[in-house]
């Protein structure tokens, strides 16, 4: 068993590390960090909650809450969607890392499923996976943990998704953060 934890640490203590900030997370409430943090350091904010916010579905809903406010409160949706974007991918580059150390431990178990989408995948043109991967992280609200882990279950290297899943992140904190400011504008009661 030691040996084993010891082959697998880089993957056990990237899961540790998620899991203690998720807990963090769980019990502090996003308005004391916002109200700590005050609306000067906002784009450095939004970074940082972006960073914490990519990490996992259930932090994802505070990040994008804080995106949500800090455009209420006159942040630039441009500015706001350019800071979060690294900060999301960060968190989405976590997960990828998780999955690729992983990939040992759950391939045995899952190996005939990851054949089955490696080759489904492999038949699309060679732009499907990146447009895929832009699409998702841009425009469906889902975490991107599922979609991290799943290319470094099959093998996609993170620098072919690199890209599109910065410009999805960007698309997605973008809209976000629009809707909030002109939102306001536009019903008056947002």
Avoid: C, Q
């Avoid at 084993?4 to 880089?10: E, T, V």
């Avoid at 190996?111 to 499907?128: D, G, N, V, Y």
């Avoid at 991967?133 to 599922?146: C, D, H, K, N, Q």
């Avoid at 470094?152 to 072919?160: E, H, T, V």
């Amino acid at each position: 068993m030691t040996s084993f934890l010891r082959r697998h640490r880089h993957f056990f203590s990237t899961a540790v590390f998620l899991a203690a900030i998720i807990g963090i997370l769980f019990y502090v409430e996003p308005i004391k960090i916002i109200a700590a943090i005050g609306v000067k350091n906002m784009y450095v904010a939004v970074f940082l909650f972006a960073i914490v916010g990519g990490v996992s579905a259930f932090t994802a809903t505070s990040f994008y809450a804080s995106l949500f406010a800090f455009a209420l409160g006159g942040g630039d949706p441009l500015f706001l969607a350019i800071f979060s974007a690294p900060g999301v991918l960060i968190g989405d580059y976590l997960f990828w890392y998780l999955g690729h150390k992983g990939k040992p431990i759950v391939k045995p178990a899952i190996e005939h499923i990851l054949e089955r989408t490696s080759r489904w995948l492999s038949a699309k043109p060679a732009w499907f996976i990146p447009a895929a991967a832009y699409v998702y992280t841009g425009f469906v609200p889902l975490p991107g943990e599922f979609l991290m882990v799943t290319l470094a279950l099959i093998g996609i290297s993170f620098k072919r998704i690199f890209i599109p899943t910065l410009f999805g992140n960007f698309t997605l904190a973008f809209i976000v953060s629009s809707s909030a400011s002109y939102g306001i504008s536009i019903f008056g009661f947002l």
